[in-house]
């Protein structure tokens, strides 16, 4: 079975992490998806790291967030690729983050300054009532684009949390996050829910999701979810 969330759970390397941004009440909508093994593992091994797997695939989480922090409301889209850790612990359980987008264009340059993060600007549509959809425009076209065709049965509903290490792009950088709230789980139905990847020659993500196969699985939405994330390091590995 693909391992949840709450099952990816790692302790960090310290006790004493300080976050610098909390934020409570965020509205997520999560596409859960597999993709090509080798294709991942390739792409993964030049920064050091290992795709999780399920059932011979590796494990896509595509975000989309509605938030409001310090008075500013705004949306955030990422696309990430899960880990395992490796044999000697140097590298623990959490996230690949290939690509971030932000609807502020203050907040994805602070974001790119301050925390050496892959955040661009870009236009993000999120509803995480039912029906459920997310949609990014990169250089004003539609990127990536998917949304459940109407209101279907609800698999688990329960709380889930993640507290570990967000991998940047460089392979040399990290942050720490927090994410947690409870999770309505929704099966992904291909005959009648809709997803497109657009090719998107600046942003070579999109035609790595297609290329490698992404098939969506479920989509896990949160209401009220907690999110927070402390600020970047060096990897341990190349400190």
Known sequence: MRRSITEMTTSTPSTNLKYAAFVERVQEVILYGTADLDFWTKRLAAVGLNPSINHEQAEVFISATRLRWRGLRF?????????????????HAGFYLLQAFNSSRLLAFSER???KTPYVYGPIIV?????????????????FSAHMAGEIPCLRDEEEWFEGPIYLPDGQRLFYARLSGQT???????RTDWIEIRHQPRFEVFQWLNASGFTPKEWH???????????TYLRPSVA
């Open 127 to 143: 509803s995480a009532r039912l029906p459920v959809a997310m949609q990014i425009d990169a250089d004003e076209k539609v990127a």
């Open 184 to 190: 309505e789980t929704y099966p992904f139905l291909p």
């Open 75 to 91: 949306k955030e889209f990422t696309i990430s690729i899960g880990l395992q850790p490796d044999r000697d612990t140097v590298t």
């Open 113 to 115: 300054k301050l925390f």
């Open 221 to 231: 939405v949160r209401f009220e979810a907690t999110h927070a994330k402390t600020k």
